[in-house]
Each structure stands twice: as structure tokens, then as C-alpha cells.
């Protein structure tokens, strides 16, 4: 049975967590005198010479109204990646613990475990870049803390079946971190709605897909109260700076735009694969519930420095296990995709 208790690190549990006035302060105030500020302002034509809030209160509530969760179940991070090393920092002893991948997937679940010294064990995706079930039921032992399951997955672009993830979430008594950066592509819904089903779900979305705000730097992970609890004992004290918080609250006002974008990519996806498979040299293109596509080919490596060459970059996934021979493609706009279109169409033309 699931016990959160026994999986966080015994020094974590113990940890007394940074704690600044604003922390402890509720209501508001007209005078800060408590955190060294430069009271005097900032050569900025808006003002940020105050701390933000170390728990993004406002845009909690308003992603958490859009999301249909309580507040009370998010976590935002400085991107995902830092949701993800928090929750290394939070359940796995160094030196001692081990989490489960399964490859090809994102390659910062083990960046991240390799920074912290964690154990990974390795799971790889059936010919269908699907869950091999019994196979990843009998990697944990009492060590193994997280289970990773990246769906849609990148960079195959897939979702994983739900009934898989399910079963994993019933069998494994530690957490399961399902990424989904890209689901907002997918017609598999997401299981941020299955919080209350499941003690050991952690889910991760972002900011950086389909809303368009990479550079903004904003992860959100959802989980149960007391997951989120320790997270934010852990965190840094202003992980989330102010003009995330600022222009994130903004970007939420505009949900119906964000929908649009997301069908143009969708229609924009499609129509790129029709393009695609017709070049002879293309030997598959998968299918794909992402703003991507993987795509075998032949020559991949010599292709992929002529799109270098012509400053289309793509990504070069040739070594990765089960992606040999592919280029992993983002859609881009009608302008962009229609050039790489040509540079491909051109590649046809001559031997390489």
C-alpha cells in the first residue's frame, strides 16, 4: 500500500524550511521593511524591486479555476525540469534509491537522477512505444521510489494507453510522475482529473507547448496536498519570478486563442506528415498526439546536416534506442513548414 510517509527522505522530513515574513504575513500591507528590498525602486520603467510571492497565490487560483483542481494541488516550478529535480531532492536518497524510465523518453528524468546520485532502471517501450507491463512491474524493489511515464512521449510522439498507466498506478506503492508537456495535442485526456483516485499520481504539464511561453520559464505539477506540501518545504524561497507570474496571469485570459493555436498545429501537423511520406527517401512517420513528429529515413544524418547547412534545425534522434534513422520534427508555421518542405524536396532531386 501507498505510504507517503515512508517514501520522503528522513532528513527532509526533519528539514526546518527557509521561511521569510511574507511567508508567515496574510493581508496586505502598505510598508515592507523585511526582506533588504531597495526601497527606492528599481531604473525600470515598472517597478520590481520586491520579492515576488513565494507561492504564486493569484495565478495558482487561476490556473487551478481553468484546471478544475483545487490550488491546494499545484505546484509551479521554474520549468518542469526544475518540478522534476525537487521531486529527486524530496523522495530519493542519494546513493541508495532508484527510479524507472523508459526509454526513448525525455532525457532530463535521468539527467536529473545522475545530479542526485539516484539509480535508474530502464524499461524500454515495446516496437509500439508502448509500456512493456510486466516487465516494468518487476523492475522496482524497496529502493524504487518514482516511476517516470511520459505521455504524449517525446520524442515519439505518442500517448501512452491510459488502462497501462492505471495499472501501474494500482501495482507500484511509490510515485507515478506522468509527463504531460504535450497533451494539450492529444485526444487522450489528461489525468490530472484522477488526482483524487490515485495517492502516488504526480502529473506534469508546462507552460512551454501549447501556450507558447517557453521563455517564460513555468512547470506546473499536480499532485495530492501533502505531495505539494513537501514540495514547497524544499523549494527555493522565490522559485517563480515576478514577470512569470505577471504575464502567465495575463496569458490566462486568453484560453480561446490558445485553443485556436493548438487546432492550427494540430491541422498544421496532419498536413506536414501528407507531405512528408510522400518523399521517397522517408521509410515511416509515426503516429503522433504532439506538436511533433518522428521520422525515419534514409541518410538520416547526412539529411540533417543539410537542413543544418540551410539553418533549419531539427532534432537528430538517430542514436536514440528504438529511433534510429529518425529526425524528430516541431511543426512549425505554414512559412516555416512549407521551407523545410523544399529543403527536403531538393534533397530528392540529387544523390547525397
Not at 505539477?221 to 518545504?233: C, Q, T, Y
Not at 515576478?242 to 494540430?266: G, M, P, R
Amino acid at each position: 500500500m501507498f505510504d507517503l510517509n515512508k517514501l520522503v527522505r528522513k532528513n527532509i522530513k526533519h528539514l526546518a524550511p527557509y521561511s521569510s515574513a511574507r511567508d508567515e504575513f496574510a493581508g496586505a500591507a502598505s510598508i515592507f521593511l523585511d526582506a533588504n528590498e531597495n526601497s527606492f525602486g528599481s531604473p525600470l520603467e515598472k517597478n520590481y524591486n520586491r520579492y515576488p510571492d513565494p507561492l504564486q497565490k493569484k495565478l495558482k487560483e487561476k490556473i487551478a479555476e481553468i484546471k478544475a483542481i483545487s490550488p491546494g494541488q499545484l505546484f509551479l516550478g521554474n520549468g518542469s525540469d526544475e518540478c522534476i529535480d525537487l521531486l529527486f531532492r524530496a523522495f530519493c536518497d542519494p546513493g541508495t534509491d532508484n527510479v524507472i524510465v523508459c526509454p526513448p523518453t525525455y532525457g532530463m528524468y535521468k539527467v536529473s537522477a545522475d545530479i542526485n546520485e539516484v539509480g535508474v532502471r530502464e524499461a524500454p517501450l515495446n516496437a509500439q512505444f508502448q509500456l512493456p507491463i510486466e516487465k516494468l512491474l518487476a523492475l522496482p524493489d524497496a529502493d524504487t521510489k518514482m516511476i517516470f511515464i511520459c505521455s504524449p512521449n517525446n520524442p515519439t510522439g505518442n500517448a501512452i494507453h491510459i488502462e497501462d498507466i492505471k495499472t501501474v498506478l494500482k501495482h507500484f506503492n511509490g510515485l507515478v510522475v506522468i509527463d504531460e508537456a504535450y497533451i494539450d495535442f492529444s485526444r487522450q485526456p489528461s489525468f490530472i482529473y484522477a488526482l483524487d483516485q490515485y495517492p502516488n499520481l504526480v502529473v506534469l504539464q508546462t507552460f512551454s507547448k501549447a501556450w507558447g511561453l517557453a521563455g517564460l520559464r513555468l512547470g506546473m505539477l499536480f499532485g495530492k496536498e501533502d505531495i505539494i506540501g513537501i514540495l514547497n518545504k524544499i523549494k527555493p524561497p522565490y522559485n517563480v519570478n515576478q514577470v512569470t507570474q505577471e504575464l502567465t496571469i495575463s496569458a490566462l485570459e486568453n484560453v480561446e486563442e490558445v485553443k485556436s493555436n493548438i487546432q492550427n498545429i494540430i491541422a498544421e501537423r496532419e498536413q506536414l506528415k501528407s507531405e512528408i511520406q510522400q518523399l521517397p527517401f522517408v521509410e515511416a512517420i509515426y503516429h503522433s498526439d504532439a506538436n511533433f513528429l518522428l521520422v525515419k529515413m534514409q541518410e538520416t544524418l547526412t539529411r540533417y546536416k543539410i537542413l543544418i547547412n540551410k539553418g533549419i534545425v531539427v532534432q537528430d534522434r538517430s542514436k536514440v534506442v528504438l529511433c534510429e534513422g529518425c529526425l524528430r520534427i516541431t511543426v512549425g508555421t505554414p512559412e516555416e513548414n512549407s521551407a523545410l518542405l523544399k529543403a527536403f524536396q531538393e534533397m530528392d532531386k540529387k544523390t547525397l
